[in-house]
């Protein structure tokens, strides 16, 4: 395993290389000085030029690069303009509200998918595979943020169960945090859940006519163990590798839907940051994004390999 | 079109067995199947409504009345909202931006994405640069591409429709490129080439027609998707510049009243819906086409 990961650097640190390179180059691709803009309207010449040497502005670009990329390694993220504190502080403030969000929307990601997915794969009976194709077809054309605002029409407005806005933490009261974290959590799994449901469905199917599971009847191996661990064994791959490349969907919905729920992450960061040109924030979210991206599709090819002995990691 | 003519149409089929246009031909059995003919009618209506706005609210999306976030009644069947403005009128007008936004960006994106993905037939190195890029736009998530273009050129109209197309190129480009691979070895290619035909004609006369129906398809859901991208930056108030009113705008404004008007998430959600649902079943409808072949 570790000769795989030695092998897959190379093409990890290229798309990190390349995502940073992006994310400095978007302020400098703005028309106008950014100096200037910060400066004021009737700043004079020599304020711009001392703001411009503040910020290396009057450097090359190579060398404003690297002291950037340097920066990201030290921990010196940089000062946000708009909030005028370091951005470290900033995310470090809100990271735990994202986290308790991801985590619990990619457990019930999880959960949900394969399980639905095996519920409508396993069972013959027609109004079971009718419900779960039910639901999975009017979930998979429904977006995170329709699921979230149906949820807060429904158990938020129609039957008032549930808070629809605002959030407390689970590590400091986890009774009330999880009741402000679950509808979010829902709305930001279960629309992905249906995807992966279907891939896992629609592989189970197919695993069910291979020749092994007729030699396993045959042997008399009893139903239940064929599902367990020939049919769901061999059925996981796309949905595990899906769940790895939805990760990064997965971020990216948490923004919309923590605009929704009124939570105060670093999507809303990010939005807020955007809204006020502030560079130093986003830049450091896409980079942070990209990257956990990243880690999650190397997870998945881990957890593969993993699951099908077949799959050398070499 | 009663049942005696049948005999007499299955006659003509055999005669017509190669119609003047085969790719138009094709497409039109769209209209055969019911999906199709829901989603045409759909689409038909909502269209229909965008296009009439003005004639049929001939106020604007900006007429003021006297009562902010009044309920449903019937001078305002989905109430009013913060301003006072007909939340119906502004729902329509919504569905007018995004319906222009999807009409202009989608066709430019599934133009430019084919240009990119076919560029390997012209030059194999300048294919598999393109690829690599594709690939890591691929990588971003369509929200975190929509706040770096946000940005750059800030929010608004152009905005919506710069990550709209860049969200789809590689879609297009990777679908354009699979079928440029299992078409360019194909007899006809290399005999056109053979012929001494050049590759840029043989890439848009014969290649182009032969990769188009999984294209369309792929153009049909890459709609939906546009929809929400739209919806999901607007959501955050990324989008479409107020007074100008879009879908995913008023669901922004709309959340946050939810509580005391319903009506103003209900309205847009639903039209936002339908709209998504009629380029679902469109997109399974010319799947269905494209295969009957």
Redesign the interface.
Known sequence: MIRYLVRKLPSVVL?LL??SV?AFS??R??PGDPAALLAGPDASPQTIAAIRAELGLDQPYVTQYLHWMQGLFTGDLGTSLQYRRPVSELIGDRIGSTLELAVLAGLLLVVAGIGLGVAAGSSNRRWSRFLTEGTNTTML???P??AG??L??VF??ALPVLP?SGEVSVLSDPVIGIQYLILPAIALALPMAAGIARLVQTQMRSVQQEDFVDLATAKGVPSGRIYRRHVLRNSLGPAVVAIGIRF??L???A??IE??FARNGI?QL??TS??A?D?AV?QVV?VG??FV??MAQLLTEITLAALDPRIRLA | MSATSAPARRATKDVRRAPRFPTLHRYLMVLKSGRGITALVLLGTLVALALLAPALFPGGYDEQSSGALAGPSAAHWLGTDEFGRDILVRTIYGLRTDLTLIITAVPVSLAIGTLLGLTGYLNGRLGLFVQRALDIVLGIPGLLLGIMIVLVIGAGWFALFSAIVIAGLPQFGRLARAGLLTQQDREYAVASRTLGVPRRTVMVRHILPNVVDPLLVTAAIYTVAAIFIEASLSIVGLGINPPQPSLGALLNTGARYVQTLPTYVIGPGVVLLLLALAFTLLSDALNKAANRR
């Open positions: 798309v390349v995502t992006i978007l302020p691709l703005v054309a429904m977006p943020f329709l605002l149906l807060i029409l938020g407005v629809i990064g969907d971020l990216a919905g923004v919309v605009a929704i999507g990010a939005v955007a809204q040109s560079y986003i896409i994004t990209v991206a990243v």
